[in-house]
């Protein structure tokens, strides 16, 4: 069972940066895929960034050239620079494979709590 420990949210003005961690247990071998998401209140969770153990990369429209999304092995982080209000969300580090263009998810974090002020 793949255990996904993530860390790194917080509070930030505008225009400011924060990077998150997950770090993944449970598995001896390297995890296909694995990506961020973020829910907003009210709003559905929606894909941020993702990578395979390839190193195969993708940003969604709304993060790129302000998000970076990169790994170690098992653990993933996410660089968030030039934040907006709108980056307000809980985010979320997933963990499954890829295929065919399309990313499964079957495992999920926690949750950390990214808070950005006007």
């Known amino acids: 069972q793949v255990q996904l420990v993530e860390s790194g949210g917080g509070l930030v003005q505008a225009g400011g940066s924060l990077r998150l961690s997950c770090a993944a247990s449970?598995?001896?071998?390297?995890?296909?895929?694995m990506g961020w998401h973020r829910q907003a209140p009210g709003k559905q969770r929606e894909l941020v960034a993702a990578?395979?153990?390839?190193?195969s990369t993708k940003h969604a429209d709304f993060v790129k050239g302000r998000f970076t999304i990169t790994r170690d092995k098992n653990t993933v982080f996410l660089q968030m620079n030039s934040l907006k209000p709108e980056d307000t969300a809980i985010y979320y580090c997933?963990?499954?494979?890829?295929?065919?263009?399309?990313?499964?998810?079957?495992?999920w974090g926690q949750g950390t709590q990214v808070s950005v002020s006007s």
């Open positions: 997933a963990a499954g494979s890829s295929g065919n263009n399309q990313y499964r998810w079957g495992f």
């Open positions: 449970g598995t001896a071998f390297s995890i296909h895929a």
């Open positions: 990578i395979t153990s390839g190193g």
